[in-house]
T-cell receptor
Framework: NAGVMQNPRHLVRRRGQEARLRCSPM?????VYWYRQLPEEGLKFMVY????????ESGMPKERFSAEFPKEGPSILRIQQVVRGDSAAYFC??????????FGPGTRLTVL | RKEVEQDPGPFNVPEGATVAFNCTYS??????FFWYRQDCRKEPKLLMS?????NEDGRFTAQLNRASQYISLLIRDSKLSDSATYLC???????????WGLGTSLAVNP
């Protein structure tokens, strides 16, 4: 049973480009949570999705960031027109019938 | 006041020591509680769930006190490999959202 998969593991973008981060949940999990972590800082909740629905996006910046979890395929976190301040580790966690969350290895985004 | 509050440390202890971490939470409606461990530049990994009755997993013991709204983690006979950041987490229930503490840093020294 594969764990939570994230790709790419490392992503380098120039300012103004788009970044697409993908998360494939653990088998049987329908809840997806995205977090951002800056160096030496704590996890910051961004968005919670359940198949095809955004349940809670209270942590998402109002502009440039969007997330989806389609019926088929991975969840996508999309950042448009990236800026240097977007450089961070982005973690996806997934869950099933309980509140326990299992994390993917993260995507480290570097904006040049 | 932060929703989940932990002492950031760092805690520096010698191998073999016993170390205890405490954490407080503000939302009395929280239903699920966990301790996660995060190594440098890695993802958080579930260490253990926390229950009012207390639970033990080898050298690790976790306890929840709902009346005082605090959660504890006790590590006995510390190993070098226990060096990490320990994250206290609470929340869940109907809205499924977990609130994360900022973490307590532990360094176990030879």
């Amino acid at each position: 049973n594969a764990g939570v998969m994230q790709n790419p593991r490392h992503l380098v973008r120039r300012r103004g480009q788009e970044a697409r981060l993908r998360c494939s949940p653990m088998k049987g999990h329908s809840h997806v949570y995205w977090y951002r972590q800056l160096p030496e800082e704590g996890l910051k909740f961004m968005v919670y999705l359940q198949k095809e629905n955004i349940i809670d996006e209270s942590g998402m910046p109002k502009e440039r960031f969007s997330a989806e979890f389609p019926k088929e395929g991975p969840s996508i976190l999309r950042i448009q027109q990236v800026v240097r301040g977007d450089s961070a580790a982005y973690f996806c966690a997934t869950g099933g019938s309980t509140d326990t969350q299992y994390f993917g290895p993260g995507t480290r985004l570097t904006v040049l | 006041r932060k929703e989940v509050e932990q002492d950031p440390g760092p805690f520096n202890v010698p191998e073999g020591a016993t170390v205890a971490f405490n954490c407080t939470y503000s939302n009395s409606a929280s239903q699920s509680f966990f301790w996660y461990r995060q190594d440098c530049r890695k993802e958080p990994k579930l260490l253990m769930s926390v229950y009012s009755s207390g639970n033990e997993d080898g050298r690790f013991t976790a306890q929840l006190n709902r009346a005082s709204q605090y959660i504890s983690l006790l590590i006995r006979d510390s190993k070098l490999s226990d060096s990490a950041t320990y994250l206290c987490v609470g929340g869940g229930g109907n809205n499924r959202k977990l609130i994360w503490g900022l973490g307590t840093s532990l360094a176990v020294n030879p």
